[in-house]
């Protein structure tokens, strides 16, 4: 796992290096870093959305980077995710017309199917944002930004960065 400093990172000084791939950065993206939800406030779904929503948006530390890197292959996953998101919203719209429009025995498995092709797109759909491309979260004190999977060529450049200063 890597670890920055917040501070540096809304400052944006940040190698031009994708924190996730390693690759060169081709564009940065101004990104708000959330930090995860904690795990106890996960039952609260069940006594309603809005509980839970309020416990965790009262909680949450955030970070925003002006700059963070963002290299060709992050691109091309956004650019997928997005595709497979809208093309299976679209799919389930569809199926959900075509339910209503035909009105025999299938209307039933076409309505299921619709409804199953709309989540799994929204699904796909949501992970296609920048911040879930980056993979990064800010830590619970919301003194660090933390990329649990990081480039090892990321971890490596940063740290001769910050010999530098």
């Given at each position: 796992m890597i670890?920055?400093?917040?501070?540096?990172?809304?400052?944006?000084?940040?190698p031009q290096v994708c924190a996730?791939?390693?690759h060169a950065a081709i564009e940065t993206k101004?990104?708000?870093i959330i930090s995860k939800p904690?795990?106890?406030?996960?039952?609260?779904?069940?006594?309603?959305?809005?509980?839970?929503?309020?416990?965790?948006?009262?909680?949450?530390?955030?970070?925003?980077?002006?700059?963070?890197?963002?290299?060709e292959e992050c691109a091309s996953e956004r650019k997928t995710r997005f595709s497979v998101g809208f093309g299976l919203l679209a799919l389930?719209?569809?199926?959900?017309?075509?339910?209503?429009?035909?009105?025999?025995?299938?209307?039933?498995?076409?309505?299921?199917?619709?409804?199953?092709?709309?989540?799994?797109g929204l699904i796909f759909a949501l992970r296609g944002g920048v911040l879930p491309i980056t993979g990064a979260f800010t830590s619970k004190d919301g003194q660090?930004?933390?990329v649990p999977k990081g480039s090892e060529h990321f971890a490596?450049?940063?740290?001769?960065?910050a010999a530098r200063v």
């Open positions: 670890r920055i400093p917040a501070s540096r990172v809304a400052a944006g000084a940040l996730k791939h390693g101004a990104v708000k904690p795990v106890w406030a996960a039952p609260l779904i069940i006594v309603g959305a809005l509980p839970y929503l309020i416990v965790v948006m009262a909680l949450r530390k955030t970070v925003k980077a002006p700059a963070w890197p963002w290299c389930g719209l569809l199926l959900f017309v075509g339910a209503f429009a035909l009105n025999n025995d299938t209307s039933g498995l076409l309505f299921a199917v619709g409804l199953l092709a709309l989540l799994i660090f930004v933390e490596m450049v940063l740290s001769r960065m």
